[in-house]
C-alpha cells in the first residue's frame, strides 16, 4: 500500500496539471465552432453593391439614337448575370433610363420578380446615398456605363481601380464593400464570356 501511494500522488499532479494546460489552450484559442476548428467571430452588417456596364449593344442601324437595344452577345452576357445572381440575395436592382441598362438586369429582374428601380446616370452622388440609406446591410446590383461605373466606385467612398474602362470592355464585375467604421472595398470581378480587343 505504501508502494502504491507515490504512484497515486503522481497520477493527481499529473491530471491537475494536464486540466490546467487544457484550460489555456481553449482560452487561447477561443471558441471554436467544432465542425471546422475555425473561431467565432460576429459577422459584421455589410452592405454589399456590384457594379456592371450595361453588356454589348447593338450595331447602330443608321437611324441616329443614343438607347440601342443589346446585341446577341449582350443578351448572352445578361443571361450570365441572371445565373450568377439568381440565389444570391439581392435586394433592389438598378439601371439608368437607357435600354441597354435595363435589358442587362431584366433577366435577373424576372428570375428574382423584381422591379427594375431607374437612376439618373449622373447622379452617383444621389444613387450612393439611396443605397447606404435604404439598403444598409443588404445587397444590390447596378448597371451603368463605361464612363459612370468607375464614379460610382467613388461615389460610393472606393477607389477606381484603374482610370477608365475601355469601350470594348464590357466583362467587368465591381464588388464594393461598406462596412461601418472601415475603408470600403472594391474588387474586380470578370463575368461571362471574355470582351475581345477589337483589332485594329
Do not use: W
Amino acid at each position: 500500500m505504501k508502494r502504491m501511494k507515490p504512484f497515486f500522488l503522481l497520477g493527481i499532479c499529473f491530471l491537475a496539471v494536464f486540466s490546467l494546460f487544457d484550460l489555456s489552450a481553449q482560452k487561447a484559442a477561443g471558441k471554436r465552432n467544432p465542425a471546422t476548428g475555425a473561431s467565432k467571430k460576429t459577422s459584421e452588417p455589410q452592405t454589399v453593391v456590384y457594379l456592371v456596364r450595361h453588356a454589348e449593344k447593338a450595331a447602330s442601324n443608321g437611324n441616329m439614337t443614343d438607347d440601342p437595344d443589346l446585341s446577341e452577345a449582350g443578351q448572352k452576357r445578361a443571361e450570365v448575370l441572371k445565373t450568377k445572381f439568381a440565389s444570391a440575395p439581392v435586394a433592389a436592382l438598378f439601371a439608368t433610363k437607357y435600354k441597354r441598362t435595363q435589358q442587362t438586369l431584366q433577366p435577373l429582374a424576372t428570375t428574382l420578380q423584381q422591379t427594375i428601380q431607374v437612376y439618373d446616370a449622373r447622379d452617383f452622388a444621389g444613387l450612393a446615398q439611396k443605397i447606404k440609406q435604404e439598403y444598409a446591410g443588404k445587397t444590390v446590383v447596378v448597371a451603368g456605363h463605361s464612363n459612370t461605373v468607375l464614379s460610382l466606385v467613388e461615389a460610393l467612398g472606393g477607389k477606381k481601380p484603374f482610370a477608365e474602362i475601355a469601350d470594348h470592355q464590357y466583362d467587368y464585375l465591381f464588388k464594393v464593400t461598406l462596412r461601418e467604421g472601415k475603408e470600403p472595398q472594391v474588387d474586380v470581378q470578370q463575368y461571362g464570356e471574355a470582351s475581345a480587343v477589337p483589332a485594329n
